[in-house]
């Protein structure tokens, strides 16, 4: 399997990185590349998902992924959060809070960190509160010392349209990932 980062190199730190896909094969793939990448580094890595973890690890497992070993050794943390929270996003959400609450909960050695189904941290009832909701994640990630990858699956329809001219216009980093091939491999396009 390819690193994560043969793919796209240069994800910038303290960065809120976005990565579309066009189904959740695609986006659990990349999600479990640029996990394996950070621990095959050293490093000790944070994923965020709105999934029960046996079914997230089981997904990663299908993929050839086992990365049982590092959670036991602590290398590798999930946290699961409720997708009902995001029905109460507002223009008020304290996203900087979010960022302390995973920074502790999943370790201070941590310094990578990826999000599957980012689309459910923002309000995308309009173009101005999407606008709002990635501004203010994307500030908040700055706190964070470490590279952020966040993913989504597209699905069509005026949210998630929004939610992609506003995260490719407002952040540092915005990849898509046009197609897998046979090998597994990745074809991501970046945007900035």
Avoid: W
């Avoid at 995001?86 to 370790?107: C, H, M, P, V």
């Avoid at 941290?121 to 994640?137: D, Q, R, Y």
Wanted: net charge negative.
């Amino acid at each position: 399997m390819p690193l994560f980062d043969q793919n796209y190199q240069g994800l910038p730190a303290r960065s809120f990185n976005m990565l579309e896909t066009a189904d959740r094969f695609s986006g659990l793939l990349g999600i479990a590349l640029f996990i394996d990448t950070g621990l095959k580094q050293g490093e000790h890595v944070t994923l965020i998902t709105f999934d029960a973890p046996e079914k997230v690890l089981d997904r990663f497992l299908k993929f050839g992924f086992d990365f049982q070993a590092m959670l036991d050794n602590e290398d590798f943390c999930i946290l699961s959060y409720k997708a009902s929270f995001s029905r109460s996003l507002n223009i008020s959400t304290d996203y900087q809070a979010l960022f302390s609450e995973i920074k502790l909960l999943g370790g201070e050695k941590a310094s990578r960190f990826a999000f599957l189904n980012a689309d459910l941290l923002f309000n995308l009832e309009s173009h101005n509160l999407a606008t709002i909701s990635v501004s203010k994640i994307h500030e908040a990630v700055r706190a964070v010392d470490g590279v952020v990858l966040a993913q989504f699956t597209t699905v069509e329809g005026e949210p998630h349209q929004r939610l992609r001219e506003v995260c490719s216009s407002l952040l540092d980093c915005y990849l898509v990932i046009s197609q897998v091939d046979n090998k597994m491999s990745l074809k991501v396009k970046a945007y900035h």
